[in-house]
């Protein structure tokens, strides 16, 4: 075993504090001058809902969809009046699925501009990410506006 002397285990601990003192120093040193304002989020939010129903499109888009919703409701009307329940259920089921079809046709051009202009604006903030504003708790830049003129919208 080693046989370490009361002297030696004083200079240790000296030695030990010093160290300690010195980074703390050092840590508070590299602190000071950057008290100026924090740097600006490069995570934005965007009302996404909002930038698609502003759209100019989507007026044409809703006047569509009433339409087809309308035949759709002449179609169930005329075709079903001597089905029986379940074939009128299965009709009213493949009446749906072609609403919901004709829907994301419709839409998905709508869309397509509206993703590429958050895209456009993310880019030229510098915004790393964009998040739907409701899932954003705290913080993030909101360019909503900004993409709703870029799109022209309302």
Not at 1 to 30: C, H, R, T, Y
Not at 31 to 55: C, F, I, M, W
Not at 101 to 126: C, N, S, W, Y
Request: aromatic share 6%; net charge positive.
């Amino acid at each position: 075993m080693l046989k370490i002397d009361k002297k030696q285990i004083k200079v240790v601990s000296v030695a030990i504090a010093l160290v300690f003192l010195l980074s703390v120093v050092g840590i508070a040193v590299s602190q000071t001058g950057t008290s100026q304002a924090a740097p600006a989020s490069n995570v934005g939010k965007v009302n996404y809902e909002d930038l698609v129903r502003s759209h100019p499109d989507f007026a044409k888009f809703a006047a569509t969809m009433q339409a087809e919703q309308e035949q759709a409701q002449k179609d169930f009307n005329d075709k079903t009046a001597t089905m029986n329940d379940k074939e009128k259920q299965d009709y009213f089921l493949q009446l749906q699925q072609r609403l919901q079809v004709r829907q994301g046709e419709l839409l998905k051009p709508i869309e397509d501009k509206v993703m590429a202009t958050i895209k456009e604006v993310a880019e030229i903030k510098g915004l790393a990410v964009v998040m739907p504003v409701n899932t954003v708790v705290y913080g993030g830049q909101d360019i909503t506006d900004d993409v709703k003129k870029k799109l022209g919208g309302k």
